[in-house]
């Protein structure tokens, strides 16, 4: 199947400081992304869903100033926590989709966030 | 919010077979319907997808009924290693809209 990879897999940060978090579809071409975020023992929780080259769709609650997402290209999204704070700490997950033929969406490995 | 609802745990022995049902009432005419695996700090796996009647492939079959209003994922044989949160997603053939919900933990036991 397609690989959807994220980087880095691990970030500690001070509190007040920005991350960027990458997601590359490493051999499709992704006409959508989408970001989530996993507390633990919960559920994936859908942020934002982005297509290339245009703005990304934020889901209600999740602040767009906050958590910035560009999707430059075709294999690229990025997903920015400016001025992170303790309560930002958590797993974000990425995924894509494009590929002919269906709606599967292809997850990366996911990011563990803790900010101090 | 979601538009399914699956159990929340289920429990089984090596060897069984599993089936896990998730229903969506308020399924769309375009929505697939597609069951991810996640294990703890990874990113979900792609288990199998469907639109209608049965589905099998090498891991697990899908099993739709005509209104597709529910769906039931079926693990043959089950291993310890395929203790896994389970989730149920529906969406559209671009996967927009899709939601998580709960999922379904499944714990095998030896």
């Known amino acids: 199947g397609a690989v959807v990879s994220q980087h880095p897999s691990r970030v500690i940060c001070k509190s007040g400081t920005s991350v960027k978090i990458e997601c590359r579809s490493l051999?499709?071409?992704?006409?959508?992304m989408f970001w989530y975020r996993q507390f633990p023992k919960q559920s994936l929780m859908l942020m934002a869903t982005?297509?290339?080259?245009?703005?990304?769709?934020?889901e209600q609650g999740v602040e767009k100033d906050k958590f910035l997402i560009n999707h430059a290209s075709l294999t690229l999204s990025t997903l920015t926590v400016t001025s992170a704070h303790p309560e930002d700490s958590s797993f974000y997950i990425c995924?894509?989709?494009?590929?002919?033929?269906?709606?599967?969406?292809?997850f990366g490995p996911g990011t563990r966030l803790t900010v101090l | 919010l979601a538009k399914t609802t699956q159990p929340i745990s289920m429990d089984s022995y090596e060897g069984q077979e599993v089936n896990i049902t998730c229903s969506h009432n308020?399924?769309?005419?375009?929505?697939?319907i597609t069951w991810y695996q996640q294990f703890p700090s990874q990113g979900p796996r792609f288990i199998i997808q469907?639109?209608?009647t049965k589905v099998t492939n090498e891991v697990a079959s899908l099993f739709i009924p005509a209104d597709r209003k529910s769906s039931t994922l079926s693990l043959p044989r089950v291993s310890l290693s395929d203790t896994a949160v389970y989730y149920c997603?529906?969406?559209?053939?671009?996967?927009?809209?899709?939601?998580f919900g709960a999922g379904t933990r499944l714990t095998v036991k030896p």
């Open positions: 995924s894509a989709s494009g590929l002919a033929g269906g709606n599967e969406q292809f």
């Open positions: 997603l529906v969406g559209d053939i671009k996967g927009n809209d899709m939601r």
């Open positions: 051999d499709f071409q992704a006409t959508t």
């Open positions: 982005s297509n290339e080259g245009s703005k990304a769709t934020y």
């Open positions: 308020n399924i769309a005419t375009n929505d697939y």
């Open positions: 469907g639109y209608k």
